[in-house]
């Protein structure tokens, strides 16, 4: 067991935190391996971040202009990664735009748009309320978790029921599937009508789906991910060549969404101009801004959580909300969204061994190679590459959540699961959500076996590093999950990955 400490961890000496972090990352990498796997990672995070983009602008008042909308996301990315590789207590720290706020960055998006609309302001107006909108929701977020940070309310934000978080990542995995589904069709509301007439370009991209989820299941390695993306973009050229067709042609045919062509790198933030910013379209965001600020800085307690699994030594939570929290204030304030740690991939290196901040460094510098090419990358994608990633992010999440759940919990945490689910569908995320902490809080009151209570996290739940662990104790969540979950560690590991949207396209 675990020494009695009676400081708390705001008075945890901030020196010897990160000695017992670091005492086994001192002697870093050669240059050469921290440059290798950072080009990996990229290969990976590139991809998704990307296909992020296409969500938070999936309303089509923003189709002409996704270029530049793209390569915003993309230096999001970037500067979450140098923030993160800068000022993470974790050396192997990889972080970038991330699912958890991705809803409400859309939700957001496409209120501003449509209050642009409804009053005549034309699209550079919508473009520069929305751009700016965006980022100072990501900047006063990032405030929100540094504040929570320093007062110490990580642990408060962890006690929502693990079942009302099951049911919000199911429709995280629905919300990303319907996206990828638009971005073949071409549209951002679907009917069945329209899903029969562009079903030629539904198939490809469910097909991919299913294969790289597939292929990651079946072969549980890093190169696996890469391996199938690659497939995917050779299949398409070679159909092209063996049709005759070019990317004109298949641009025209719509395979490849139409946008307008892209600026050059330093045009980026053209569209963020604070002159024609429609400040009366902002105020509606506040409840959709409240409910992102919960909902990410749960994400990001989970993803430290589940890093603290996996190193079976302490973190500190309040600190590295903080951290987060400083990157989300930096992206906002570049024009950026919010973003987190990528647990698959901070685990992926660990895993490896790199214990040198270069290989950070290095995956930054390779977005931003991708950020500076003088072309439009997305006039080379086709939309059923999008379709496949999400495709599988979808199954990915909906099939663990609204599934796999079941056997982990009481069948009145799973009803909860499922009614949470339901009501995000009819009431929006943040009623939905409170909807769901509604039900489980009358089941309590009902003595309805809805699983243990949770508990605030504290220093005593954490055992020092220069402590032996039991084998028993390394399965101990700071959140309080059904026993179940912690009866196998690969099960429990398997729970946290995915519990995040890159993460779940994880290979490893």
């Known amino acids: 067991m675990t020494k009695d400490i009676s400081d708390s961890m705001d008075a945890y000496d901030e020196q010897e935190y990160f000695e017992e972090i670091h005492k086994e990352e001192e002697d870093g990498n050669p240059l050469y391996v921290s ?12 991809p998704v971040v990307m296909s992020f983009g296409n969500i938070i602008y999936r309303d089509d008042a923003f189709v002409p202009y996704m270029p530049v909308l793209i390569k915003l996301t993309l230096v999001s990315g970037f500067v979450h990664q140098i923030c993160f590789s800068s000022l993470s207590s974790l050396k192997f720290a990889v972080g970038s735009v991330q699912d ?20 005549g302001y034309d699209d550079e107006a919508m473009l520069a309320t929305t751009t700016v909108g965006l980022g100072l929701a990501a900047a006063l977020l990032g405030v929100g978790l540094v504040v929570v940070g320093k007062l110490g309310l990580a642990g408060y934000v962890q006690l ?39 079903i030629v370009y539904v198939l490809p991209g469910v097909a991919g789906g299913i294969f790289i989820y597939a292929s990651v299941q079946k072969f549980r390695h890093v190169v696996v991910l890469p391996l199938c993306i690659t497939f995917l973009l050779l299949a398409f050229y070679i159909g092209l060549v063996v049709t005759g067709s070019s990317i004109d042609q298949a641009t025209e045919n719509g395979w490849i969404r139409k946008t307008e062509k892209a600026p050059v790198w330093y045009h980026s933030w053209d569209y963020l101009r604070l002159d024609q910013v429609v400040w009366s379209a902002l105020p509606q965001l506040w409840l959709t801004w ?14 430290v959580a589940a890093i603290e699994l996996e190193m079976k030594r302490p973190l500190d939570y ?24 990528i647990f698959s991939q901070s685990i992926f290196s660990l895993r490896i061994g790199i214990r040198s901040r270069m290989a950070g460094f290095a995956l930054a510098f390779f ?30 999440l909906m099939y663990e959540w609204l599934w796999e759940f079941r056997t982990k919990v009481t069948v009145a945490e799973y009803i909860i699961a499922l009614s949470t689910f339901g009501l995000i569908h009819a009431l929006g995320v943040e009623y939905g959500i409170l909807g769901g902490v509604a039900i489980y809080i009358l089941c309590r009151r009902l003595n309805v076996n809805v699983g243990e209570l949770k508990q ?4 005593e739940d ?39 949207k890159a993460d779940s396209y994880n290979s490893f």
């Open 35 to 46: 440059i290798l796997y950072g080009a990996i990672n990229c290969t990976i995070v590139i």
């Open 100 to 119: 958890a706020g991705l809803i409400f960055l859309s939700s957001m998006a496409a209120d501003m748009a449509a209050y642009c609309r409804e009053y």
């Open 160 to 198: 929502l029921p693990t079942c009302v978080v099951a049911g919000y990542l199911a429709y995280i995995g629905w919300f990303v599937g319907y996206s990828g589904i638009g971005i073949m069709v071409g549209a951002s509301s679907l009917t069945l009508e329209l899903l029969v007439q562009n």
């Open 290 to 303: 409240s409910g992102m600020l919960f909902v990410v800085a749960l994400s990001s307690s989970l993803d």
């Open 318 to 341: 309040n600190r590295e909300l903080s951290m987060v929290g400083i990157s989300n204030f930096v992206s906002g304030m570049t024009g950026g969204y919010t973003g987190s740690y």
């Open 367 to 396: 977005q931003l190679v991708i950020i500076v090419v003088p072309f439009p990358v997305l006039s080379y994608v086709p939309n059923f590459f999008y379709g496949s990633l999400l495709s599988m992010i979808c199954m990915d």
């Open 456 to 459: 605030i996290p504290t220093q």
């Open 462 to 500: 954490h055992p020092t590093s220069n402590e032996a662990v039991p084998a028993q104790e390394t399965l101990n969540l700071p959140i309080d999950v059904p026993a179940e979950i912690k009866e196998y560690k690969e099960e429990t590991e398997r729970l946290m990955t995915n519990r995040t």
